[in-house]
Nanobody, 114 residues
């Protein structure tokens, strides 16, 4: 079955960097739309970054130029490099894939920027 496991979250000061990783199993990341979503306390979940099967990427306007999504087909992982972090980036970050018209979510990893 499809499983997504995030890692790399933590606490960092504003201006710092973190790299989130999502390890996928049960399918190949090269065959699915991959994305990172986040949800801050009291706010709705929002899409942060996505990479499609053709390699094209999309980003939330507020993270453009600071975040980079990448996919490693050999390792079957997707990463989110986050630089110049701001307090408003504090949230629970989820790895997501759309596969055969179904959406799968990881359990999330917490990012706290102070």
């Amino acid at each position: 079955h499809v499983q997504l496991v995030e890692s790399g979250g933590g606490s960092v000061q504003a201006g710092g960097s973190l790299r989130l990783s999502c390890a996928a199993s049960g399918y190949s990341v090269s065959t699915g739309y991959m994305a990172w979503f986040r949800q801050a306390p009291g706010k709705e979940r929002e899409g942060v970054a996505a990479v499609d099967t053709d390699g094209s990427t999309n980003y939330l306007d507020s993270v453009k130029g600071r975040f980079t999504i990448s996919r490693d087909n050999a390792k079957n992982t997707v990463a989110l490099q986050m630089n110049s972090l701001k307090s408003e980036d504090t949230a629970l970050y989820y790895c997501v894939t759309d596969l055969f018209e179904l959406r799968y979510w990881g359990q999330g990893t917490q990012v706290t920027v102070s």
